[in-house]
């Protein structure tokens, strides 16, 4: 089954940008301190264990024409609570960082903006 995000997102983009943290249920996934175009940066995550699906989403457009995000990193495994996100997204974008289990539980980073890095990673 492939996940489809976008009518979620819609209903949550104003909670979103209200909040620092958005959780629900006990899964929580950390906003990085310092992300940086082409740059990797470790993205953290807690909660009950299960397929795992990460989301990048351009704020405030929020998502890509026809309601895909922009970025989709899916299954990743239940006992994972990391991953190491290559950062190609261009610096000055502000973007937001979603993720959610197989339980069907949420959570949201905060919003955040790419800082300047090199450009060898063709970022988006």
Same mark, same amino acid.
Do not use: E
């Given at each position: 089954?492939? +996940?489809?995000?976008?009518?979620?997102?819609?209903? @949550? @983009?104003g909670t979103i940008?209200?909040?620092?943290?958005?959780?629900?249920?006990?899964?929580?996934?950390?906003?990085?301190?310092?992300a940086r175009q082409c740059? !990797?940066?470790?993205?953290t995550w807690e909660g009950d264990p299960g397929l795992f699906f990460l989301l990048t989403i351009i704020i405030p457009q929020l998502v890509l024409k026809d309601g895909e995000p922009i970025q989709e990193y899916g299954g990743l495994p239940a006992d994972q609570y990391n991953i190491?996100? !290559?950062?190609? @997204?261009?610096?000055?974008?502000? @973007?937001?960082?979603?993720?959610?289990n197989e339980a069907g539980e949420f959570?949201?980073?905060?919003? +955040?903006?790419?800082?300047?890095? !090199?450009?060898n990673c063709n970022p988006i």
């Open positions: 089954m492939q +996940f489809k995000p976008s009518a979620l997102l819609a209903a @949550v @983009v940008l209200a909040s620092s943290t958005l959780v629900a249920g006990s899964l929580v996934i950390n906003t990085p301190a310092h740059i !990797p940066t470790l993205i190491t996100w !290559p950062t190609n @997204v261009r610096a000055g974008t502000t @973007v937001t960082l979603s993720l959610n959570a949201y980073t905060s919003p +955040f903006t790419i800082k300047r890095g !090199p450009d």
